[in-house]
Every structure is written in structure tokens, then in C-alpha cells.
């Protein structure tokens, strides 16, 4: 079992949460540990967003379970209606799931029996909760800020690794059909997760004028380069689609398409290495002269080789054709970025690995 940042500091929220909670004599510092629990997010805007929405939700929350006591009692079926009431407000200002959750927890708390007078039991309980939600904020400010310039480019070259790598063993129908199928399944939801990683980075606040400039342009460039991998990703889906179907190319267009891509591949895969920055700065000129791939040409071939042909099936290519243009479209446009940000921005490094 892999134990990930977040889950540490869930750990170590709920510990601040109970230890503050006995330590100031709260009734209920279990309280302060399930809300500590809900609070905890994975980035620090985030987290205040969370801060903010959460005080509100359980203000509401409060309210209606105050005014259901004073006027209908703390029958159960009192509590059931008020925190029908609760969900419909909060989902109303459209706040998220924990959120609404932790609202009806405070309404279950606030409205539970108690032989104390119920403004002292209410008050002790909502500070509770309010004291575990800032737990939750402070430990996700101050422990383990998570790095997801960091993160963002390890998924994309993990990514890109592994969809290239294929792409030469499919090209050359070396490839195992389930072990591709699998992998294909598994390429497609690490590519989920980029986009995921990608919004949190994008939602991570900069304070200066300088800093916000230069995230802006590490966007840009993390977009097209999550582009670019998906069209690779594409090429690839297109190949499996294919399977067998490639044998009824003849073995002399066979090879060029093969070579052709070939130095696709490795213009990609050189373009991530020297992003990663592990190719002489001497050399990067030479890098973008690298024997380009006839692409639109390799198209032009393969769309005349089956206008002549009689083969029913011979429109299944058009896809490859399609995405083989997409794809080397979206690596031209990934080169001229990064030639464009290594020229006028060298001294603005991304950082490409965990310290």
C-alpha cells in the first residue's frame, strides 16, 4: 500500500483537530475530526475555497437545526426534514459534495439529545466543527505543499513513454493483442489523471507579477504537450484498431510508414528530453534539425496506393491518415514552443523531477 501525501495529512488533521479539541475542553472533539476529515484538499486554493464554503454551509446548517429545535423539537423525523432542508439550500448554492455532507453532519449534531442547555451544547459542537475545518487548512498549508509543476510533467513523460514505446511494437506487428488492450485501458486513464493534475496546477495562485507570467507560459507549453501525447495516443488507437488489416498495405509502403514514424517518435521523445533538460544546450540547435518526418507526404502515398485500389476495406486507413496529421500538426506546434520558451525564458526552469 502506497501511502500518498494526502493521506498522511488527513492523518495528521484529524491528530491536530482531537489533540486542540481536548486540549481546549470541547465537549465533542470527535467532531473536529470528522470535519477535519471532509476538509482536507488537494491543493491550498483549494483548501480555501473549501475553508470558505464549508463556515457557510455549517452557518446554514446551524441555523435551520437551531430553529427546527426551538419550534418542531429533536424528533428524529424533525431531524430527518431539517436536513432535507440543509441539502436543498446548500445544493442550491451549488456547493460540493463534502460540503454538503459535513452540513448535514453539523444538523445531526446540533440536534442531538442533550440534557445541557442547547445554545451551550450547540455553540461547543459548531465550534468543534469549525475547529477541525481549520485544522484542515493548516496542515494542508504547512505540511507537504504539494508540487504540481512537478507532478504535471511526470505523468506527461510517464505517459508519452509508454504510448511511444508501443507505437514501435505495434507498428511493427510485434505487439501482444490483450497485453496492448490492457495497456491501452491503462494509458487511457493515466491521461485522465493529467487532465486532472493540469487543473490543479492551473488553480495553484501565484503573488507576483513575474510569477504569474511565467506560470502562464508553463500552461501553455503543459498544454500542448498533454495535446500532443493524446494525439500520439490517437496514432496508437488507430494502429490497434487496425490490427491485421496493415498486411494489406504492400511491404515496400510498409517500411516507409514504419521509418516515417520512427522519426516521429523520436522527435517527440528528443523534444521531452530537452525539456527534462538532459540534452547538451549546444546541441538543442542540432536537435531541431533532426531528419524531419514526411508526414503529409507519407499521407499523400497512402490515400493514392488505395484510390487504386479494388480492396473494399481500403477506407478503415482514412482514420490513421486523419491522426497521423493531427499528430505530427500538434508536434510541430510543441516544437515551436519550446524552441520559443528556450530562447526567451532559459532562465525560467520547470521542474521536471522531485527534489
Given at each position: ?213 511565467s506560470k502562464g507560459r508553463k500552461l501553455v507549453l503543459f498544454?500542448q504537450l498533454i495535446t500532443t501525447t493524446k494525439k500520439s ?45 538532459r540534452i547538451k544546450q549546444t546541441h538543442r540547435k542540432s ?69
Amino acid at each position: 500500500m502506497k501511502l500518498g501525501a494526502r493521506m498522511m495529512k488527513t492523518g495528521l488533521a484529524v491528530a491536530v483537530a482531537l489533540y486542540v479539541a481536548s486540549l481546549l475542553g470541547f465537549i465533542s472533539p470527535l467532531l473536529a475530526a470528522i470535519a477535519a476529515v471532509f476538509s482536507i484538499q488537494p491543493s491550498i486554493y483549494r483548501s480555501y475555497q473549501s475553508i470558505v464554503e464549508q463556515i457557510q454551509a455549517n452557518i446554514i446548517g446551524a441555523l435551520i437545526a437551531i430553529v427546527a429545535v426551538y419550534t418542531l423539537g429533536n424528533d428524529p423525523f424533525i431531524v430527518a426534514f431539517a436536513i432535507i432542508i440543509v441539502i436543498g439550500v446548500t445544493m442550491n448554492l451549488k456547493m460540493n459534495e463534502n460540503t454538503i455532507t459535513l452540513a448535514a453532519v453539523a444538523v445531526i449534531a446540533l440536534m442531538d439529545s442533550t440534557d445541557q442547555t442547547f445554545i451551550n451544547f450547540a455553540a461547543s459542537r459548531f465550534s468543534s466543527m469549525i475547529l477541525g475545518i481549520l485544522a484542515a487548512f493548516v496542515v494542508n498549508f504547512l505540511f507537504m505543499p504539494p508540487k504540481y509543476e512537478t507532478k504535471l510533467f511526470m505523468k506527461i513523460d510517464s505517459a508519452t513513454n509508454d504510448i511511444l514505446q508501443w507505437l514501435r511494437v505495434t507498428t511493427r506487428q510485434l505487439s501482444d493483442e490483450p497485453a496492448l488492450k490492457y495497456e491501452i485501458i491503462r494509458i487511457q486513464d493515466n491521461i485522465r489523471w493529467l487532465d486532472h493534475t493540469y487543473l490543479l496546477y492551473s488553480e495553484e495562485r501565484t503573488y507576483t507579477k513575474g510569477s504569474r507570467f511565467s506560470k502562464g507560459r508553463k500552461l501553455v507549453l503543459f498544454r500542448q504537450l498533454i495535446t500532443t501525447t493524446k494525439k500520439s495516443f490517437d496514432v496508437l488507437k488507430a494502429f490497434h484498431r487496425l490490427d491485421k488489416k496493415i498486411e494489406q498495405i504492400p511491404e515496400e509502403f510498409q517500411d516507409t510508414l514504419v521509418s516515417e514514424l520512427d522519426k516521429l517518435v523520436n522527435a517527440h521523445e528528443k523534444l521531452v528530453l530537452s525539456l527534462k533538460g538532459r540534452i547538451k544546450q549546444t546541441h538543442r540547435k542540432s536537435l531541431r534539425q533532426i531528419e524531419q518526418p514526411n508526414i503529409p507526404l507519407l499521407v499523400e502515398r497512402l490515400m493514392k496506393v488505395y484510390e487504386e485500389s479494388d480492396n473494399p476495406d481500403k477506407l478503415v486507413f482514412l482514420p490513421l491518415a486523419s491522426q497521423l496529421m493531427e499528430y505530427y500538426y500538434q508536434l510541430e506546434k510543441l516544437k515551436r514552443l519550446l524552441k520559443s520558451y528556450q530562447k526567451y525564458h532559459s532562465n525560467t526552469y520547470i521542474q521536471t523531477t522531485e527534489k
